[in-house]
């Protein structure tokens, strides 16, 4: 059987389903290569600099949660 523990944190868990969400709606939606270009130039410069823009997103719209 498959040993399947968890290996990724949970920023990282977060960024992977926002980035695979966005990519499936473009799908879906028929966006075109154009789209997956831009993502893909996004999450090669985050991978080459180190830093991503989502936990920031992600802290920022639990602000705005608390707020309410």
Do not use: Q
């Not at 968890?6 to 992977?16: F, G, S």
């Not at 966005?22 to 996004?42: C, K, P, Q, R």
């Amino acid at each position: 059987m498959l040993n399947l523990t968890c290996n990724i944190d949970k920023t990282e868990r977060i960024n992977r389903v926002v980035i695979g969400a966005i990519m499936l709606l473009a799908a879906i939606l028929g966006a075109g290569v154009w789209f997956f270009t831009l993502v893909s130039l996004v999450l090669i410069v985050e991978g080459a600099i180190g830093w991503c823009g989502i936990p920031v997103i992600v802290e920022k719209i639990k602000g705005l949660l608390k707020k309410t």
